[in-house]
């Protein structure tokens, strides 16, 4: 089956500093890659995902890459403020046939004042 | 918002106790799982359902079971809990169009 490695576990930056997190996975059929954001206390909510046919997407300060021949993607995070301090979920899966979604151990980023 | 709903949300229990958590959504999602997390581990899958009829073991169904009453409930029941089985559960649900997952708030379960 799907397993998904993440790394690294912690991550601390200076506000205004880019913060990167990466992933890898193992089933080369994976097609769908999202990207969770859990805040203290709350659920995960998804806050980008991508697709096998795209290499790269964005959405304002947040991107994700997409490596498939690697198979490996990763997130990344610019000018970073305080409310992005949360953790960070990686996730992969079949989307069209199974829609089983594996996540990744999770980053806890910090970003400092 | 309450569109997933979880309960109980804190249960404190005993060692062989059986602990069942429900789960109920008004999103009209066929698809629904129960996940585990804990410090380190991630959200690992422990069972999933795409239909009424349909339930499949995630990767960490030992010690487990489910039972999905209705398109909108999913149980996940423990039948003889263990300590390391302490952790915060989540359900989810999706639909079939998009992969993205809206999950509840999580029940948080302590085995002495």
């Known amino acids: 089956g799907e397993n998904v490695e993440q790394h690294p576990s912690t991550l601390s930056v200076q506000e205004g500093d880019s913060a990167v997190i990466k992933c890898t996975y193992s089933?080369?059929?994976?097609?769908?890659f999202p990207w969770y954001k859990q805040e203290l206390g709350k659920r995960p909510q998804l806050i980008i995902d991508?697709?096998?046919?795209?290499g790269e997407k964005k959405d304002q300060r947040i991107a994700v890459t997409l490596n498939k021949t690697a198979k490996h993607f990763s997130l990344h995070i610019t000018e970073t403020q305080p409310e992005d301090s949360a953790v960070y979920f990686c996730?992969?899966?079949?989307?069209?046939?199974?829609?089983?979604?594996?996540f990744g151990q999770g980053t806890t980023l910090q970003v400092k004042p | 918002d309450a569109d997933v709903t979880q309960t109980p949300r804190n249960r404190i229990t005993k060692t062989g106790k059986r602990i069942m958590l429900e789960c109920s959504q008004t999103?009209?999602?066929?698809?629904m799982y129960w996940y585990r997390q804990d410090p380190g581990l991630g959200l690992r899958l422990i069972y999933y359902?795409?239909?009424?009829?349909?339930?499949n073991k995630g990767e960490i169904s030992d010690g487990y079971s489910v039972s999905r009453q209705a398109q909108a409930k999913f149980s996940l029941s423990l039948e003889s809990a263990i300590p390391n089985q302490t952790a915060l559960y989540f359900c989810?649900?999706?639909?079939?169009?998009?992969?993205?997952?809206?999950f509840g708030e999580g029940s948080r379960l302590t085995v002495l």
């Open positions: 989810a649900t999706g639909g079939q169009v998009t992969g993205e997952l809206f």
């Open positions: 359902s795409f239909d009424v009829k349909d339930i």
């Open positions: 991508i697709r096998s046919n795209v």
């Open positions: 999103k009209g999602h066929d698809r």
């Open positions: 996730a992969a899966s079949h989307s069209g046939n199974t829609g089983k979604l594996i």
């Open positions: 089933d080369s059929a994976s097609n769908y």
